[in-house]
């Protein structure tokens, strides 16, 4: 398999489980609110953290137990108060939360979410900077096109799942739907907070 589409698969392999980032652009996806926005910034963000493993940033971090403390931490604080906002809002809010284009001033709001998501989570650095780049190694000269590949499946998983949520956007006119779907990323962010204390530093 050539370098480009290794890269691909094992990108793809490893962004396809449900995360607190996928999980938060589900929700927007469903929402409609700046699916554009949130996938380029997810995306862009990926790009940027498997070429720094490709240059081999992630195995100097890796040596700096400090910074991995840090992001541990951090990591948890945000998804554990971000898990518990969705289980709260889940029972505050129990009417229909039907989609709506009047956001405008969420856009900073957003942008931050989303920011956090990525940045906030010690996983995605594992998975970009540590794991690709590892693995881009073995393609020497070929590398590049690896790290290409991989950054081009972060970029096509990203805008399927945001957009492609946009067909059960239907679904959540009902206020059961955003019920469960608030109660579902509550969880999943609670599990990954947590789950980042046992994470070896």
Same mark, same amino acid.
């Given at each position: 398999?050539?370098?480009?589409?290794?890269g691909f !698969?094992t990108?793809?392999?490893? +962004?396809l489980?449900?995360g607190?980032?996928?999980a938060?652009?589900?929700k927007?996806g469903?929402k409609?609110?700046?699916?554009f926005?949130?996938?380029?910034?997810?995306?862009?963000?990926?790009?940027? /953290?498997i !070429?720094?493993? +490709?240059?081999g940033? =992630?195995q100097v971090?890796?040596k700096?137990?400090?910074?991995?403390?840090?992001?541990?931490?951090? $990591?948890f &604080?945000?998804l554990?108060?971000y898990?518990f906002?969705?289980?709260?809002?889940?029972f505050k809010?129990?009417?229909?939360?039907i989609?709506?284009?009047?956001?405008e001033? #969420?856009?900073? #709001? +957003?942008?931050? *979410?989303?920011?956090? !998501?990525?940045?906030?989570?010690?996983?995605?650095? /594992?998975?970009?900077?540590?794991?690709?780049?590892?693995?881009?190694? #073995?393609? $020497?000269?070929e590398?590049? +096109?690896f790290?290409?590949g &991989?950054? *081009?499946a972060? *970029?096509v998983?990203?805008?399927s799942?945001g957009?492609? &949520?946009?067909v059960?956007?239907?679904?959540?006119?009902?206020?059961?739907?955003? #019920?469960i779907l608030e109660?579902?990323? =509550?969880?999943?962010?609670?599990?990954i907070a947590?789950?980042? *204390?046992?994470?070896?530093?």
């Amino acid at each position: 398999m050539s370098a480009f589409w290794s890269g691909f !698969f094992t990108s793809l392999s490893l +962004i396809l489980a449900i995360g607190a980032q996928n999980a938060f652009v589900l929700k927007q996806g469903i929402k409609k609110e700046y699916i554009f926005v949130v996938c380029l910034i997810c995306a862009l963000s990926d790009a940027l /953290l498997i !070429f720094a493993g +490709i240059f081999g940033i =992630g195995q100097v971090i890796q040596k700096f137990t400090f910074i991995k403390q840090v992001a541990i931490y951090g $990591g948890f &604080a945000f998804l554990f108060v971000y898990g518990f906002k969705s289980l709260y809002s889940a029972f505050k809010n129990p009417k229909s939360l039907i989609p709506n284009t009047n956001y405008e001033h #969420k856009f900073g #709001k +957003i942008v931050l *979410l989303t920011l956090a !998501f990525t940045w906030l989570n010690p996983h995605v650095y /594992l998975d970009t900077m540590l794991l690709i780049g590892s693995v881009s190694i #073995k393609f $020497g000269g070929e590398n590049i +096109i690896f790290g290409i590949g &991989a950054s *081009l499946a972060s *970029l096509v998983f990203f805008f399927s799942l945001g957009y492609g &949520a946009r067909v059960l956007a239907p679904i959540f006119a009902k206020g059961i739907s955003w #019920k469960i779907l608030e109660i579902f990323v =509550g969880i999943v962010m609670l599990v990954i907070a947590f789950s980042l *204390l046992f994470v070896k530093v």
